[in-house]
């Protein structure tokens, strides 16, 4: 380990080094100079006595803080690295970069969200996911209506992407059961009602499965009410709950005219509402408009503290229309709905997909009454909006995915060139992840 890479600012380590070695060296200079002098008086004897208890506390209060800050490098943030391929003092020196990070809150649900989670954890420490608890379908609904808990579905797919785990763990908590009564239910939302029912509140159980997991940053339930999402219709029609929405829009052939909540006053975890104030970035996406995004803005103090934050605020648009739920919009539509149910000039900026698919695939989601979300330019930049426009397709298993490398690294270079680039105190983070954007462009080159 070459000694230059403790001596970059930011590891907390080289000041608990230097006051080992000054209590060091009082020690022998205390030890050196009672020995040498002829004559003694209760003075002298008291005084390099002092000396000397003064060098063993620094030695022991260096030792103590310095192991202590070696540990918090360690536990804290998460690296992708191996000892075997990089240095221990590089490892220190990002971890310590990792937990001085930009604070992002990313807001939503549905696998959308957790796929962007996967790719930000390597750039800081600091994010906070916000999770919808609407969920009303499959696994989630069905301990939803049996164990009266918030449904856990999304909210566990979230600390897995966050989580610092073996594959075999992974595995375990995204496997589901295939017969009995347990059929087509997760482990994982097995595991996250298990831990409700030694906790005190689903947000505790929330933090305890995190712990377990050795989860980065924070994730929390939007709300600990029972939230029931509820939508009206063109046709005047009210459908409640949020797997019935899509399909009964189809169904009447009706779209979607608003989508509320009940109750209506459901309030905040103080947490959530904490983050987004002291936040860098706030980021609504990706996932579902109607029925992964929008149930969280519709909780007021959610909403009123994203108008007040100072934090950029970012929209990160589907790549496809949904059927159901976003027919024949285009990304000025998906703006138009959050506007319509928060008011305006909540968004600073869109992130679009630029990138084509092949004809195979266009074909493939036609049958599906699917198609690409056209990017108007001009009518978003009407809106005060500014256009993030980037290659983020990703192909998953015949599906259209957005790629969470380029996705994640869009979203820094947006952050750190409209956010940290202007704020003195966080220079050195902007150069580090300068870094890190090369070191992943060379990786993925």
Request: charged share 25%; proline share 2%; with cysteine.
């Amino acid at each position: 380990m070459k000694l230059a890479q403790w001596l970059r600012p930011g590891i907390r380590v080289k000041r608990w080094v230097l006051f080992g070695i000054m209590g060091i060296l009082l020690i022998v200079f205390g030890i050196i100079e009672f020995l040498n002098k002829m004559y003694y008086n209760i003075y002298y004897i008291a005084f390099y006595i002092f000396l000397i208890v003064c060098g063993v506390f620094a030695v022991y209060v260096s030792i103590n803080q310095g192991m202590k800050a070696v540990i918090a490098l360690i536990n804290q943030g998460y690296l992708k690295v191996s000892f075997d391929s990089r240095k221990l003092g590089n490892l220190i020196y990002e971890k310590r970069l990792l937990v001085k990070g930009p604070k992002i809150v990313v807001i939503g649900g549905g696998t959308g969200l957790s796929t962007m989670l996967r790719g930000l954890k390597y750039y800081t420490s600091n994010i906070t996911a916000i999770v919808t608890v609407g969920d009303d379908g499959g696994g989630s609904g069905a301990l939803r209506e049996d164990l009266g808990i918030l449904p856990p579905g999304d909210i566990r797919n979230c600390i897995l992407a966050l989580a610092d785990t073996e594959p075999i763990m992974e595995d375990l908590i995204q496997y589901r059961f295939k017969e009995g009564r347990l059929k087509n239910q997760s482990f994982g939302n097995l595991f996250l009602a298990a831990m409700n029912g030694i906790s005190d509140n689903f947000e505790d159980a929330v933090q305890k499965m995190s712990s377990v997991l050795a989860v980065t940053g924070k994730v929390l339930p939007v709300t600990l009410d029972n939230m029931v999402l509820k939508a009206r219709l063109e046709n005047g029609m009210i459908i409640e709950g949020e797997s019935n929405i899509p399909d009964k829009s189809l169904e009447f052939k009706s779209k979607i005219d608003r989508i509320f909540i009940e109750p209506e006053d459901a309030k905040a975890l103080k947490e959530a509402v904490q983050a987004i104030k002291e936040a860098d970035a706030v980021v609504l996406g990706p996932g579902s408009l109607y029925t992964s995004i929008m149930p969280n803005l519709l909780v007021k103090d959610i909403s009123n503290a994203i108008k007040k934050t100072k934090a950029l605020k970012i929209y990160i648009c589907n790549i496809m229309t949904q059927p159901g739920e976003t027919d024949e919009f285009k990304v000025s539509d998906h703006i138009k709905a959050i506007h319509k149910h928060i008011g305006e000039r909540v968004l600073d900026y869109v992130v679009v997909n630029n990138e084509k698919i092949n004809n195979d695939l266009v074909d493939k989601y036609k049958l599906k009454t699917s198609h690409l979300v056209f990017c108007d330019e001009e009518e978003i930049k009407r809106m005060n909006v500014s256009v993030v426009k980037e290659n983020l397709i990703s192909i998953r298993k015949g599906l259209i995915r957005h790629d969470t490398e380029k996705l994640s690294s869009v979203l820094i270079e947006t952050i750190m060139d409209k956010q940290l680039f202007y704020d003195r105190k966080k220079i050195l983070e902007y150069f580090y992840l300068s870094e890190r954007l090369k070191e992943n462009r060379r990786e993925r080159s």
